[in-house]
């Protein structure tokens, strides 16, 4: 990473600063003790909007709302963005059979909704499986729609990350409104790349690694905008303080946690991990350090969460990484195409299966591979402790040697 | 996006670029000639759990599905089994409208593109079943309600024959309603049987042996008759259930007499998908 100018401040704007610290101390000591989470166990009387569609089966339906998890008789027709009036006793975190009633909907999640359901159902009649869902998670983090197996060997090569919508789709959709830079004012461009932003996060379902990834494009946009140097890590606190005051529930979403830490790995340590490998053939290493910059911080806690980790994972990543960008560009111009001339989309499709057949056949196979599974006792904090202290006194000692090496 | 789109096509990229383009080429490729018909038959009887899906692929490259299953499992399969440039379904067969049969089918109908449907004409309350006739209706799809002695023949002479149901018949069960199909090419019959069991059989009074016979019901206590089973005297029988499901299918009973009988048994369950390959005179069976 490269070194940070600074002026030396002056007295006063130190004083600013401490100033601004504090109040900003205070804002989240005020919102996280005022803070009331989900009820675990006992009576529960909740008003939420449904945000994801249930999963109904004969007899019954599931559905999470709220941090809830609500099992329902199938007869009750709810669907996305209805607002829903829910009471009932909770057990171990789930409610089975509430009362629930409709009391209103969210227009704007409800027209989401459809525009995300029409364009899966593109995905889904031009593409066969696994393909499809795998597309429809690549270009809009649909994760529902997996095979289970499929999910299994995603999870078990450590790749299960390309169905997130991250950095990638949304440098992509903001690149889409710079683009247009060429035609009208560059100001113009750069409002409409924070509303594409804005509109695709929401479309997606903005989930915590999607809302991480907007917000630090929205600020490197911004940046750009006014001029000014960006700092990535700053942006990424930044989004991070953001997100945890809107909603302070989010430091627990695994998600996040996972977002936030391979987002910190790869600008700390990307440049350096490349710089060491240049030994490797060059289509190789780029993706093989990105993947080992971004696990260096995520896989305590995976151990932590999961208790196992994939072995074979940077090895994985390396060898099939190169296909999501081309996909998920490939997958963009195909969703356009097939509202307009369906035949070039059949034709897109084509090269789309393809890529993503590359994909699933490789990840299939270093699924099957048996000794690449790592496991842990999970949930245990001590290891997490250790492993980010030793990691943070390596930094010191190799920043320490160089400084000493440089004199 | 240009710029992305650019920078793909730099010359720094070139050697990557037309290193991807050939991998993409060659599964294009490749996939396009094993995807050509191979001149056998070929009936798969799925594992997808509690419930039937049953896929044929015809000597000439015809496509048949015969229910769904309890899950979307058959996508995945329909996946492998359909060459990427198509997703034509000569014949859809509905046995009868219960979850275990249907549930695969509202997505199947969804994707795919069914040039024909055929169903039993029954009914079912359930919402799965609402929800599967406003698709039928929405999508537009040709459907025929069929009763014994409606034929399907393709140009490559497989013939589609409908055993089951007889046009008026007063039962309250919808398992007894379900649609029976005898597959048949040169020497070579199988027998699908939905949950139609012992109180339907025989289907027709000019039954007669079959190579191959999908157990109705998945084995349940009820399934077969023993007159029945005796004409037909399958040498294949497969069951198709869920391991561990909470109806006891199928009853030891049944496998035994089917075994009894000297009809080799496989199920889904413990067999995994049961593949049938006939070249209209002989025939093997391939399980994984």
């Not at chain 2, 008759?225 to 040498?235: A, C, K």
């Amino acid at each position: 990473m490269k070194k940070l100018k600074t002026k030396s401040p002056s007295n006063r704007s130190k004083l600013g600063i401490l100033l601004a610290l504090f109040l900003l101390a205070a804002l989240f000591f005020w919102r996280f003790s005022t803070y009331e989470g989900p009820v675990c166990e006992g009576d529960a009387k909740f008003t939420a909007t449904l945000l994801e569609e249930s999963k109904v089966y004969d007899n019954w339906q599931y559905f999470d709302i709220e941090g809830y998890n609500i099992k329902a008789p199938s007869e009750l027709k709810i669907s996305y963005g209805d607002k829903l009036q829910i009471a009932g006793e909770v057990k171990k975190g789930r409610l089975t059979d509430p009362e629930v009633k409709v009391v209103g909907g969210s227009k704007l999640h409800k027209i989401l909704f459809l525009i995300r359901s029409n364009l899966k159902s593109r995905i889904f009649e031009y593409l066969s499986e696994p393909q499809a869902s795998l597309l429809a998670g690549v270009t809009l983090g649909a994760k529902e729609d997996l095979p289970k197996d499929f999910y299994e060997s995603l999870r078990k090569t450590g790749t299960v990350h390309v169905v997130v919508v991250s950095g990638y789709n949304i440098s992509v959709v903001a690149g889409l409104m710079i683009g247009l830079s060429r035609f009208i004012r560059r100001q113009l461009a750069i409002v409409l790349a924070l509303l594409a932003i804005t509109f695709y996060t929401l479309l997606v379902g903005a989930d915590p690694p999607a809302v991480r990834a907007a917000v630090m494009g929205s600020l490197a946009f911004t940046a750009v905008f006014l001029g000014r140097q960006r700092f990535s890590l700053y942006s990424l606190l930044l989004a991070a303080a953001i997100m945890s005051l809107v909603r302070p529930l989010v430091l627990a979403d695994i998600g996040f946690q996972l977002s936030f830490l391979a987002t910190a790995g790869i600008i700390l340590f990307r440049e350096r991990i490349l710089n060491s490998l240049k030994f490797l053939p060059k289509a190789f290493n780029d993706d093989l350090s990105t993947t080992l910059a971004a696990q260096s911080l995520v896989v305590p806690v995976i151990f932590y969460h999961f208790g196992s980790v994939s072995a074979i994972s940077p090895v994985a990543n390396a060898i099939v990484l190169w296909t999501i960008p081309l996909a998920t560009i490939a997958g963009f111009i195909f969703l356009a195409a097939s509202y307009v001339i369906p035949f070039v989309a059949t034709i897109i499709s084509w090269v789309i299966w393809a890529i993503l057949t590359f994909f699933v056949i490789l990840v299939e196979a270093s699924s099957k591979i048996s000794f690449t599974q790592l496991t842990f006792t999970p949930k245990e904090i001590l290891p997490l402790i250790i492993y980010y202290s030793l990691l943070g006194g390596l930094i010191i000692y190799f920043k320490y040697v160089r400084v000493v090496k440089t004199k | 996006m240009i710029k992305l789109v650019g920078s793909f096509l730099s010359s720094q990229n070139k050697f990557r670029a037309v290193f991807y383009s050939v991998i993409i080429g060659n599964i294009l490729i490749w996939s396009f000639l094993f995807s050509l018909p191979d001149g056998n038959l070929h009936l798969k009887i799925y594992d997808v759990g509690q419930g039937d899906a049953i896929f044929l692929r015809t000597p000439g490259g015809y496509k048949v599905l015969i229910d769904g299953g309890p899950n979307n499992t058959i996508l995945d399969y329909l996946g492998e089994e359909l060459p990427f440039y198509s997703k034509k379904i000569d014949l859809l067969i509905l046995t009868h409208p219960q979850s275990d049969h249907l549930t695969g089918l509202v997505e199947v109908v969804k994707r795919y593109q069914i040039d024909n449907l055929w169903i039993s004409g029954t009914s079912n309350k359930t919402r799965l079943f609402s929800e599967w006739q406003e698709l039928l209706q929405k999508r537009n799809i040709p459907t025929t309600v069929v009763k014994q002695r409606d034929l399907m023949v393709f140009p490559d002479k497989t013939q589609i024959s409908v055993m089951w149901p007889k046009s008026a018949l007063l039962v309250s069960d919808i398992n007894a309603y379900s649609v029976v199909v005898l597959v048949s090419y040169g020497n070579f019959d199988a027998l699908l049987t939905g949950d139609a069991d012992k109180q339907v059989q025989p289907y027709t009074s000019d039954s007669g042996h079959v190579e191959v016979f999908k157990v109705p019901h998945h084995g349940s206590k009820n399934s077969v008759d023993l007159n029945y089973l005796q004409t037909i005297s399958p040498d294949v029988s497969v069951i198709s259930v869920g391991s561990k499901n909470s109806y006891g299918h199928p009853s030891p009973g049944v496998v035994n007499l089917l075994e009894n009988l000297g009809s080799k048994v496989y199920r889904t369950d413990k067999n995994g998908t049961t593949e049938i390959v006939s070249d209209g005179k002989s025939w093997y069976t391939k399980t994984n």
